[in-house]
């Protein structure tokens, strides 16, 4: 089993195009707060199979993020999969964060009724309030960067995406060198607004 780091977050999420902005919005948080980002895209298969790869990465991770809206046709099962091995990897491991994210209020009474009596934050596919979600869940303390700070970020790193798709000629950004360049875009501009420390 790998060491968990500590700044490592795993993000779960639905790799569409309609939640570009909220990824991005996920990376930008995560990382003006001096977290690391960790998405199952950036590591490639050499073998042992996608779900092993997925357990690997959730180990080495101490915070995972699990995103829930996508709940329309056709059904999506990996997220719920994902933060059912969440939850299996905080019953042997113990200070592992969990946090869930939902558009909607109360749907996940319906959608996941064993999830029932944890409260998931809310986001309304807004990337302004999923920032705000963030920053409540992982914050720690007066140093933190402001939601009105980290959504300046997350323009210029958005801005940054869709050039990215330009240059890569992709149709989306959920591609590993893409995720890459993001998490030094928001590096790079978190450290320039003062946020972070060079490295």
């Given at each position: 089993?790998?060491?968990?780091?500590?700044?490592?977050?795993?993000?779960?999420?639905?790799?569409?195009?309609?939640?570009?902005?909220?990824?991005?919005?996920?990376?930008?948080?995560?990382v003006?707060?001096?977290?690391?980002p960790?998405?199952?895209?950036?590591?490639?298969?050499?073998?042992?199979?996608?779900?092993?790869r997925?357990?690997?990465?959730?180990e080495?991770?101490?915070?995972s993020?699990?995103?829930?809206?996508?709940?329309?046709?056709?059904v999506?099962?990996?997220?719920p999969?994902?933060?059912?091995?969440?939850?299996?990897?905080r019953?042997?491991q113990?200070?592992?964060?969990?946090?869930?994210?939902?558009?909607?209020?109360?749907?996940l009474?319906?959608?996941?009724?064993?999830?029932?009596?944890r409260?998931?934050?809310?986001?309304?596919?807004?990337?302004k309030?999923l920032?705000?979600?963030?920053?409540d869940?992982?914050?720690?303390?007066?140093?933190?960067?402001?939601?009105?700070?980290?959504?300046q970020i997350?323009?210029?790193?958005?801005?940054?995406?869709?050039?990215l798709?330009?240059?890569?000629?992709?149709?989306?950004?959920?591609?590993?060198?893409?995720?890459?360049?993001?998490?030094?875009?928001?590096?790079?501009?978190a450290?320039?607004?003062?946020?972070?420390a060079?490295?």
């Open positions: 089993m790998p060491i968990p780091d500590d700044q490592s977050v795993f993000l779960n999420i639905p790799y569409d195009k309609s939640y570009e902005k909220l990824f991005v919005a996920e990376i930008s948080t995560i003006a707060l001096g977290r690391k960790r998405a199952t895209l950036e590591i490639t298969e050499t073998g042992q199979g996608r779900l092993n997925i357990i690997g990465l959730l080495s991770c101490r915070v993020v699990h995103d829930l809206s996508r709940v329309g046709m056709p999506r099962f990996n997220m999969f994902e933060l059912g091995l969440g939850f299996a990897l019953q042997y113990g200070d592992y964060k969990i946090l869930v994210l939902e558009k909607e209020p109360y749907r009474l319906r959608t996941l009724s064993d999830y029932s009596g409260d998931p934050l809310i986001h309304e596919g807004k990337p309030i920032i705000s979600c963030i920053l869940a992982l914050g720690t303390d007066s140093d933190d960067p402001t939601a009105s700070e980290v959504y997350w323009r210029d790193v958005w801005r940054v995406g869709k050039e798709k330009q240059d890569h000629n992709r149709e989306d950004i959920y591609y590993p060198t893409i995720f890459r360049e993001l998490v030094a875009a928001a590096a790079d501009l450290v320039a607004e003062g946020l972070l060079p490295t």
